[in-house]
């Protein structure tokens, strides 16, 4: 036995001798199994990433609150004061937005195109279309099946939804039901 108890292990290999102190095998054979002891798989992370769930959120809102026109979604999805493009309208005033939707268009079904997720911003491009059946934006009904595109881009903290800023279609809508948008006329612009 060597001075300070390690035992010494020996083996002639091509004429050298080789000497491996026993302590030293079994201090490397600790750090490689503590080493792969993290490498197991673990079982996958059932909850999802947090842009997975806010994704999810953005489309239970479509799903719900358009194309089974259930307003109360709204009060489970978004924030008590949610805000659009930075106003405060609150749960009720988006309810009467999709009212005034769902109102004019009876038949609506709303089409998620793309939906990307980055930290707490969800947006989503979609396609929405329906027949005109009622009132809408001061226009009677015109029976017309129009068809229009837009993008939401939402914020979304502590599992709701707290701002969003809409982008629509919606002068290529009026214009499918038939309404003419022009400009104000100024004071001094003389009709050509």
Known sequence: MKPGGLRLLESRHGGRLLRVERVAIT??????????????????DTRGTSE??????????????????????????????????GQVIGRDGLKQSMSRHLGG?????????????????VGIWYTAEG???GAF??????????????????????GKITSARFLSDLHGLLTQLGATVSLPRSPDRVPP
């Open 52 to 85: 997975e769930r806010n994704k999810a959120l953005a489309r239970r809102w479509i799903d719900e609150g358009f194309n089974q026109r259930s307003l109360t979604v709204v009060d489970e999805v978004f924030a008590e004061r949610f805000t659009v493009n």
């Open 105 to 121: 268009f009876p038949d609506l079904h709303v089409t998620i195109d793309d939906i990307l997720a980055e930290g707490e911003k």
């Open 27 to 44: 201090v490397l054979g600790a750090a490689i199994l503590a080493a792969t002891a993290g490498c197991r798989q673990q079982p996958p």
């Open 137 to 158: 934006e001061a226009i009677p009904p015109t029976g017309k099946h129009v068809k229009w595109a837009g993008f939401d881009l939402f914020r979304i903290e502590g």
């Open 131 to 133: 027949t005109h059946g």
